[in-house]
């Protein structure tokens, strides 16, 4: 199993756990409630949700990752197509950093 798809098993084992915020509503006031620890955005979102999420991330020290298209986030939610997610739980959110960091965390901007 390579890591991209260990992080996907990381986010659909942190939504069985009620650990995510999905959505670009729910997202937004996770981070600005000071509940998330990690922002996963998808790479197919548009170039104004990436350029808002990472400026609202860095403004509240929050890691963001850029990870898969909408579908594979939505799949690993079990849910429809997802931009944004929130994690919300530190111990998940760190586990999913630690397998970013093995990849080469080009993609991830620590904040």
Known sequence: ??????ILNLIGLATKAGKTASGEFSTEKAVKSGKAHLVIVSEEASDNTKKMFTNMCTYYKVPILFLGGKEELG??????MRASLAVVDAGLAKAIVKQMNIIGGSEYESK
């Open 1 to 6: 199993m390579d890591n991209r798809q260990k």
């Open 75 to 80: 799949h690993s939610m079990g849910k429809q």
